[in-house]
């Protein structure tokens, strides 16, 4: 198995950026897809974006796309999400997940790992 270790979060104005990391352990990182949810409180966990196991692939939410950049160095065993131009409905907690395959990449079910996740609150 995989141990997932979220970093980064915090308070940012709108407009804002901040950068995500999530460094692994245990079991290969290169043989996983890896993905970011985030979940608000009062609401379910929700996609944000997914990167393949090779970092070829990636894939995001509506909302983020073009605001927020999923990426990967295997050689360091970590995960990274760049988010620009932050705005209030970006506040939640955002977790990293690893998963075998990237199919079904957006539904959190999907995934066998989890981090504890970090905050990240965006103020107006």
């Known amino acids: 198995q995989v141990q997932l270790v979220e970093s980064g979060g915090g308070s940012v104005q709108a407009g804002g950026s901040l950068r995500l990391s999530c460094a692994a352990s245990?079991?290969?990182?290169?043989?996983?897809?890896m993905g970011w949810f985030r979940q608000a409180p009062g609401k379910e966990r929700e996609f944000v974006a997914h990167?393949?196991?090779?970092?070829?692939?990636?894939y995001y939410e509506v909302s983020v796309k073009g605001r927020f950049t999923i990426s990967r160095d295997n050689a360091k065993n970590t995960l990274y999400l760049q988010m620009n131009s932050l705005t209030p409905e970006d506040t939640a907690v955002y977790y990293c997940?690893?998963?075998?395959?990237?199919?079904?990449?957006?539904?959190?079910?999907?995934?066998?790992?989890w981090g504890q996740g970090t905050q990240v609150t965006v103020s107006s």
């Open positions: 997940a690893a998963k075998d395959l990237s199919r079904d990449y957006s539904d959190y079910r999907s995934y066998d790992y």
């Open positions: 990167i393949s196991w090779s970092g070829s692939s990636t």
């Open positions: 245990g079991r290969s990182f290169r043989n996983y897809a």
